[in-house]
C-alpha cells in the first residue's frame, strides 16, 4: 500500500527535477545509530568542476576551485592530495605549488626534481580557520627553470593535475538556533554542491490532497536544488540523526505538543532530542486544506518567515501560470541578457585554454522542436 501511496507521492512533483533511476524510496524501520561527532567529506576535481584535470603553466599559473561549507557545520581540517605530473629540466629546488583558501596563503610544497617525469601525489595540509561559506581554493604553480631569464611560454613550464586528485574536509556539526529565517537551511543548504537528499515524514492518514502536498513540498525542494539533482526518502518517524522535514494533521505532534495546540495551518523547526544540531521541520494543520495553506506558506512565504514557530493566516498564490511558463524557461516574449542566464560568475570567460564559452538554454518543447526541425 505504501509504494502505492509513493506513487502517487511523485506524481504530484512538479518540477522537472527526477529522482536517480534505480533507487525507490525506502522505509526506515530500523534504529538509526548516533553518528561520531566529526564528519569527512571528499570531493574530486571532477566534482569541483575540473572533469579533465588542470594543466597549469608560466601563462596560466593558478586555478580556482569552489567548494561550498555548510551552516551548520564547522571545519576542523582540511588538505589537498594532487597527483601531478611535471616534467624533467626545471629548476625543482625554485618551483613551488601554492595554495590559497579565500585569498590567503594555506599551503606550500616544492617541486622533487627525483619524481619529474614521473606521476605523483602531493600532500598539502590547509588552515581550516580560512574555510566559511562559500570557499575559493586556488592552486598556483610557480615554476622557472632559470635564475635569470624565463620565458613564460617555454614548454618545461608544465603542471598537470588530474581530475583524481581530491580536497579532503572534516567538520563538526554546528548547533544552529531554532529559527524559520534560516529556511530552506539546514535542509537544504545552497553551500552544499552534493545531491540534496532529504527525509520526509507523511500525515499518518495519507489523502489525495495530503499527498499532493507534500508533492509541493518536494517540487519546491527539488528547484532549490537546481543543478545538484534532489532524491527523498520516505520515513516512519523523524530521523534522529538527519534533519528531517515532518508533515502532519494533528496526530503526531512534536513532544511537548497536543493536537490542541495546533491553531491553524503552523510551520515549527525544533531539535532531535539526541542530537541537538539535527533539526526537525514540522509542516502542521488540523485538516487537509490546512496542511496545503502551511506548505504554501513555506514554499512562497517562506523568505519573510521568522521565529521557531509561524502560523500561517493567508497566503498569495498569485494568478495561475500560464502554458509553457515554467520559472525556468527562456522568456520568448522579451530580450533576455546572458546575465540572466549563466550558472555561474565565469561563465562567459575565455582565455587561452578555454576558447570558446557557452550557455545553457532551457525551452518549452515546442521552441526546441523549431529548432530541430
Not at 84 to 104: A, I, K, T
Request: proline share 8%; charged share 20%; aromatic share 8%.
Amino acid at each position: 500500500m505504501r509504494h502505492l501511496l509513493f506513487s502517487a507521492f511523485v506524481l504530484f512533483c512538479l518540477t522537472g527535477y527526477s529522482q536517480e533511476r534505480g533507487e525507490p524510496a525506502t522505509v526506515s524501520t530500523s534504529q538509526e545509530t548516533v553518528p561520531a561527532v566529526e564528519r569527512t567529506r571528499t570531493l574530486t576535481f571532477t566534482q569541483m568542476g575540473q572533469p579533465n584535470g588542470v594543466r597549469l603553466s608560466g601563462i596560466n599559473r593558478f586555478v580556482d576551485l569552489n567548494s561550498g561549507i555548510r551552516l551548520d557545520e564547522l571545519v576542523t581540517r582540511a588538505s589537498l592530495s594532487l597527483r601531478v605530473l611535471y616534467p624533467q629540466g626545471m629548476r625543482h629546488d625554485q618551483s613551488f605549488v601554492r595554495v590559497y583558501v579565500n585569498n590567503q596563503l594555506s599551503g606550500l610544497s616544492q617541486l622533487s626534481v627525483a619524481r619529474a617525469g614521473v606521476p605523483h601525489t602531493v600532500e598539502i595540509e590547509l588552515d581550516p580557520l580560512l574555510f566559511s561559506d562559500f570557499a575559493t581554493i586556488r592552486v598556483e604553480y610557480d615554476g622557472t627553470y632559470d635564475s635569470e631569464c624565463v620565458d613564460p611560454g617555454n614548454p618545461t613550464l608544465r603542471f598537470d593535475i588530474r581530475p583524481e586528485s581530491t580536497l579532503t574536509i572534516g567538520s563538526t556539526p554546528l548547533n544552529l538556533v531554532n529559527d524559520l529565517a534560516l529556511l530552506p537551511a539546514p535542509f537544504f543548504d545552497p553551500r552544499d554542491n552534493r545531491k540534496l537528499r532529504l527525509p520526509l515524514v507523511l500525515p499518518v492518514e495519507q489523502t489525495e490532497a495530503s499527498m499532493k502536498a507534500a508533492g509541493i513540498l518536494a517540487s519546491w525542494m527539488g528547484a532549490q536544488a537546481f543543478y545538484r539533482q534532489a532524491e527523498f526518502e520516505l520515513l516512519e518517524a523523524a530521523s534522529p540523526t538527519r534533519h528531517t522535514i515532518i508533515l502532519t494533521k494533528g496526530k503526531k505532534m512534536p513532544e511537548g505538543m497536543s493536537e490542541a495546540d495546533i491553531e491553524g495551518p503552523s510551520l515549527m523547526i525544533v531539535s532531535a532530542k539526541e542530537n541537538p544540531w539535527v533539526k526537525h521541520l514540522y509542516v502542521m494543520g488540523r485538516t487537509d486544506e490546512e496542511l496545503l495553506q502551511a506548505v504554501y506558506g513555506l514554499v512562497i512565504e517562506g523568505q519573510v518567515l521568522s521565529g521557531q514557530k509561524a502560523l500561517v493566516k493567508k497566503v498569495d498564490l498569485g494568478a495561475p501560470r500560464k502554458p509553457y511558463d515554467a520559472p525556468r524557461y527562456v522568456p520568448t516574449n522579451r530580450p533576455v541578457r546572458f546575465g540572466e542566464l549563466i550558472d555561474f560568475p565565469g561563465q562567459l570567460e575565455v582565455s587561452s585554454d578555454k576558447p570558446r564559452a557557452s550557455i545553457n538554454l532551457r525551452g518549452n518543447p515546442p521552441i526546441f522542436n523549431g529548432f530541430r526541425k
